[in-house]
Structure formats: structure tokens, C-alpha cells
């Protein structure tokens, strides 16, 4: 694996320099493990055996034929334990920290589905770990809470600033520093100073890598298309690297444009975005004037964030993949078509590629393949999405 703190102007590491110390510790690490056997087939025996991989590339006949136009592929990783894609990098750090000999991992999280992925990752291999979260998260996501707790995590409400996500980060790196010795920082999404976003990827590569083979046996050759849902960016990238360089196989990832870009409530990082350092790195990013990141809104918790990953950003800069949006109202149309045409509920976050495949689709020939990354399944956004529909 190529060693990379910068994609194109994005990336690198704007922390102070103790972090900085901290992080080349890190990053020396992954580089070593990341190509070392043991390691990998330790990794490959939890994906198999605790996660549930390889999980199946579903020829989605019933929304194909509905669609009348191209062959839709959904990547199933709403199948895996925990219900999404996080669960892929969660194993793969924390048998990293093992490896580093930490004992003790902390991570931050938003919606909680980091914080959930993460507590089942350390209560599994044993560990000792706290989950940051600001204080208004917490209540915002009490069930997500009561999942880590369940798992036996000690969840941390972060009072100071704004009481959310930010909070939360500033609280897991001031740890971080000051107990370097025997803790892990467990990053949640292709996002954050190098080397997060180059190991997230890899970790989460997995799913591109499956995805390529599955199509190939069954289709005999590569997609036209490959979508996916852009939060942070850490299940696009991770469906989208290992096909960077088939320069045939066109690549979306799609933002959430919440009610609409042109209203403040939104979280497109990449459309609406400029180039910003935020939470350590470069990327685009949703910032005001002062350089601070901006209120984001999105009907779905896990696409949330006024930054994007730094190798997104190169993407669009360099044009190899395209970003486009859609609304917080066709995510919740696609929501229940979805669940309602294949008999499979999907994350809210995921409802935005879907959403975009149902409008493609038609565009394109009955011969034409796309691969959409189902990120997760829609069981943790049932009550929210109860309130919002009259069935
Ligand atoms: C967290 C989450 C996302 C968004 O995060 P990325 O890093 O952009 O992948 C998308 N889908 C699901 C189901 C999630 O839980």
C-alpha cells in the first residue's frame, strides 16, 4: 500500500505537536500492520466469523424492473453485525491498538453509531474504552446510548461548547494527548488528521474489494456505475478506491441536501463546500467566514458533518468521481420504496443513494450495471421515521 498523508491539496495533519507525536506513532504502525500476514489473517478471520463476510452483491430484480432501465446491484452491508459498514474499520483498529499493545481505546461519536460499532468491537476483544459524546447528542440519541451501556461502555457527555459532535472530538483528543501511552483513538469515518482517512479507507476497502469480485462472477465484467452515500465518506470510499483506476466504471457519491441547498439545512460538504482545515485536516468544508464549520442539518444522523474526507474532496477536484445531492424528502421516498418493492429496510443514510439510483436508472440502458452500497440497514430509524409518516 502506497503511503499517503495528502490526496491531491487535501489531507494532512493540523494538530499541535504532541498530538503530532502521537499520530506518527500511529501511522508507523498501521504501515507496518496493514502489510503484515498475521495481522491481515486475523483481520480476514473476524470479518468471516464476527461480522459475517463476504456479505451478498444482490441483484435487486424487483427495483431493476420497476426502474425499466439499468441492472441494480445492492452491496449488502446493512447485513453485517451492527447493521452497517462501520463495524469493518472499528475490527481493523482495534486489533491495530492491540498490536500497538494499547488497553485502553476511546472514540468519539455523533449519532452513536461509531460509539455502538465500538463498543462491540472492544467488549469483544476485551478492552477498556470510553465513548465521547456531547451532551445533546446524548439525549437526541438515547437509544444509541443505552446500546453502548448495554455493551458495557462508559459513555462520556461532553458539556463544554455547543454540546455536540465538535465537543465530543476536542474531548477524545485532549485524552488522546494526555494518555498517549496506553490509549487508542478509534476514528469513525474517512475523515480526521493523517493517518485516519488513508487507514479508514483501507480498512473499509473491503467492501469494494468483494464488491469487484461479486460482479465480476456474476456479471462477467465491472460495473458502468458505482453510488454511495457521502457523510464523512468512509463506506463511498471504501466501495470506491479499489475501482479508481477503471477509468470506465463511473463513480457518484451523493450528499444530503436536506431541505434544500438553497436553505441552511443542509450538509453538502463537497457541492456547497470550500477548501478548510476542520477537525485537523484539510478538505471541503461548510465553514462562515471566521473559519468555523457551519450548523448541518440531514434527515440521517450519519451523514451530518460540515467536512467530507480528504480524498473525496481530490475526487471532485480532479474530476474522477461526480457528487450531487438529494433531499431529505426523496431519502424517505426511497426509504419506504426500498422497503416496500424489495422487502429491505435501509438506513436513512443509505436511502440517499438509493434515492439517486432510482432517478439514474431510467436514464440508462437495460444492458448498463450499477452497484449501490447499501450502508446499512433501517432498524435504528424506525421510531424516527413512525413520527414522520402516516401509513
Ligand atoms: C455512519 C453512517 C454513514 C455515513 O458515514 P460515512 O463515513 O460517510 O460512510 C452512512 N451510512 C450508515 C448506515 C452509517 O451508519
Redesign the pocket.
Known sequence: MKRKEYFGQFGGAFVPEPLKKVLEEVAENFYRYIEDQDFIDELMYYHKQFTGRPNPLYYAEKLTQKLGGAKIYLKR??LNHT????INNTIGQVLLAKRMGKKRVIAETG?G??GV?TATVCTMFGMEYVIYMGEIDTHRQALNVFRMKLLGATVVAVEAGRRTLKDAVDAALGDFVENAKNTYYLL????GPHPYPLM?REF?SIIGVEAKEQIIEQEGRLPDYLV???????????LFHPFYKEEQVNIVGVEPAGKGLDTPHHAASITLGKPGVIHGFKCLTLQDDNDNPLPVHSI????N?PG??PEHSFYKESGRAEYTTVTDQEALDAFVDLSQVEGII?????SHAIAYVMQLAPTLSKEQIIIV?L???GD?DIEQVKEMLKL
Open positions: 452491508e446493512d447493521g452497517a459498514h462501520k449519532a453509531q461509531h460499532a469513525g469515518s474517512a475523515v479508514v473499509q454511495a452515500c457521502v457523510g464523512g465518506g468512509s463506506n463511498a470510499i471504501g440521517a444522523a450519519g451523514l458533518y467530507v474526507g435501509p438506513a436513512l443514510e443509505s452500497n450502508s446499512g440497514r435504528k
